[in-house]
């Protein structure tokens, strides 16, 4: 029992495992990062999971798909054995006198992978059974793709290295007829001399007894005493030559597909980018180690400052930019006086007088008889997961009211992806009206807007933006730089069917005739915290509260109208996908986007200012409160939101040491939280302003059917995610608000609509 437990332990596959704890915890840490990422132990809010767990590729989830993914998977599990194998080798002598020596290695570095490559099987299976619906033949077929793309990386990788690697044989066919000598020829600085050192003073190496064979038999370690250390060493630097090639070719590949972010079929899986990514990260950390040793986290920290001062000058930083608006022309200042200047009486004048005759043309729609209920909906952000949820309530509430819910709505208001669904909403009303042959209220469009996002973002973040994103695109005349944002554009239009092809400017007929509702919208400012308000219309009564259009100073100004701003850059050219690409900016998922001011605006998600849309809407009511009190029967403000707005107190008081030094940073993490109580104050002044019989307040919330359920806040859902938000309207709290909506709409129901 004691021999059968030594030679466990002194097998190669178990020392190989034991030095990697010991020298290369990085290289092990790359695979527990990416078993977190797969299992969705970390990231899960952002949804990275699903970019391993349902790879897309041309839109589909499928064989080929999962083939891509495990091509990548091969790819990585080759370099993690040309890295380790470039780094350890020397610990283990008797390798050299093996044929096919990495082969050898290969076969007995299998635990780390091994494990990776079971667990990801098991959990890929589980999520398409559990969260996709799939069946067990769609299953099997999606991992053998996988397994085939991962066995068909391997053979190639090792067919190239049986062509190209020398074995031991090889290098006594050249030196036979040479005497012994220590080494020929020079070697590099760092581990390549330790390697040196190591084979010419300590022939036996670091303990094996067994190693496995090709055929996986284990066989026992031969001494390798008798042979010359300069033949040694050169079956090893041979071998290490060619690692370095293939690590080369994956950094090659990588950024020759993000030059072809365009192209569709270059955007491979995003799961299967990050493997790629991990692959030359692997591949960076084992060179700089080979060459530099002991220097290496020196060197590393002299590069990433030098990085750092490099991209501190404009060539080499490509930030972000709003597609359609002119970067060339002279900047305006982004100072109070500049900013004053958009609350001059004549420009508030000049917009509240547009927006009331939009108000007229809106009124004008309804029997002069009978005054209209007015309705604004605001929508919260969320992810993919708002924009569905949102799409739902507004197109079952206006089935509800048989197609005459929607023409009472004169403003849109919110945050990051239920903007977008409600954008989408929006469009697909417009088109109806301009004699489209489409139903807004079909359950296709739901389909549409939830279609993945994600794998574009992703792939183009691994394969592009973390090399600066060189390639670029024209944008009415002007030149921009492509990458995330930009393809969230493209794949955002591609789903949609180029609907939202379209600048700002291009909403504005449509709007002023009251055909659609106005839109708001509002990205955070990052430079101070100001909202930026984006309209096809001048909306500088918006950017600062009632009082201080007469009393200029007795408020402070907390936005900028985007359009009067940036009105010699072509603010209204911009594309509204720019706009709404602004509002959902959630950090690091995309750039923040500089707008040309000095100092350049920085602006992103809107929801860190105001998640809800409430501020806007309250603002709003506020400003024309006379008009809608002498033309309206009120204001229904339906609130949709993926947000419970009432949550549990958390209980916990057992805090530890660095626990309590934390918690006086939590506020800032109830953000959401706190914007509801600012809120709920305006919510109440707005009953004062118009009395509580002409202001009624709809919430519906998102309630997922199991509380630790919740859909995750990304550009991706999953089937079951997808199901769990379209029955979330069959709560019975949501279905008390449809059946008081109905109540407070009654009249429109008879009302003729023109």
Known sequence: MRKWINDLFYSFPLQLLILHLRNNLILIITWMVLALLMTGTVG???????????PEYLGEVNFVSYFFLGLAFGGFFMTWNLTTYLLDSHHFPFLASLSRPFTKFCINNLIVPLSFFLLYLGYTAHFQRYAEYSDLATIASNCMGFIMGTASLVLI??????????????????????????LGGKIGPGRGAAQKKALSSK????????????????????????????????????????????????????????????????????????????????????????????????VLVIILVFINFLTSFETFSHQNKGYGLDYTKEKPAYSYPELNKLIAPENIKEDMDNTLGILENWRNKFDPEEKPKMVIFCVSGGGMKAAVWAMHVMQTADSMMQGKLMPHA????????????????????????????????????????????????AFTIVSN??????ATFEEGGHTYHKDRGYIFEEQLNENTDQVFNKTIADYRHPEEESDIPMLF???????????????????????????????????????????????NQGAYDMRFTSALRMNATYPYVLPNVHLPSTPSIEVMDA??????????????????????????????????????????????????????????????????SLQDYEQDTNLGYIYDLLGRENFDVLRFIYQPAKADERASVTFHLTGREKKDILNSLDHKDNQELLKRLEVLMAPIKNQAVK
């Open 44 to 54: 899960s809010l952002f949804g990275i999971q699903y970019l391993f767990l349902t």
């Open 157 to 182: 990788s090792g067919f190239y290295f049986s062509y190209t690697n020398k074995d031991i044989l090889n290098f006594l066919k050249v030196n036979q007829n040479q005497p012994p000598h220590l």
């Open 203 to 298: 022939r036996k190496g670091w303990r094996v007894d067994t190693y496995l064979t090709a055929g996986l038999k284990p066989r026992l370690v031969r001494s390798v005493s008798h042979y010359d250390t300069s033949i040694l060493l050169s079956v090893f630097k041979q071998n290490h030559v060619n690692a370095l090639v293939v690590q080369l070719a994956g950094l090659i590949l990588l950024i020759t597909l993000g030059f072809m972010i365009d192209n569709p079929y270059f955007r491979i899986p995003a799961g299967a980018s990050i493997f790629i990514l991990a692959t030359v990260l692997v591949a960076v950390a084992g060179a700089f180690i080979y060459w530099f040793d002991k220097w290496s986290v020196s």
């Open 410 to 457: 004169t403003l849109i208001t919110g945050a990051s992806g239920g903007l977008i669904g409600a954008s989408y909403l929006r469009e697909l009303y417009l088109q109806e009206k301009l004699g489209v042959e489409i139903n807004p209220r079909a359950p296709e469009h739901i389909e549409t807007i939830s279609k993945d996002l994600l794998n574009s973002i």
């Open 465 to 470: 933006d973390i090399f600066l994103p060189w």
């Open 521 to 567: 919208v509002t990205p955070s400012i990052v430079n101070d915290g100001r909202r930026l308000i984006i309209s096809p219309h001048g909306v500088s009564y918006m950017i600062i509260p009632p009082i201080g259009h007469q009393d200029p100073g007795a408020v402070e100004i907390d936005a900028v109208d985007f359009g009067r701003f940036f009105e």
């Open 607 to 672: 929801g860190f200012r105001d998640n809800y849309g409430i501020a806007s809407a309250t603002r709003f009511i506020h400003v024309f409160r006379d008009w809608i009190l002498n033309n309206t029967s009120g204001v229904v403000l339906v609130q949709i939101t993926s947000l419970n707005k009432i949550e549990e107190i958390e209980q916990d008081e057992n805090k530890g040491l660095i626990s309590t030094l934390l918690n006086p940073l939590g506020i800032p993490g109830q953000i959401l």
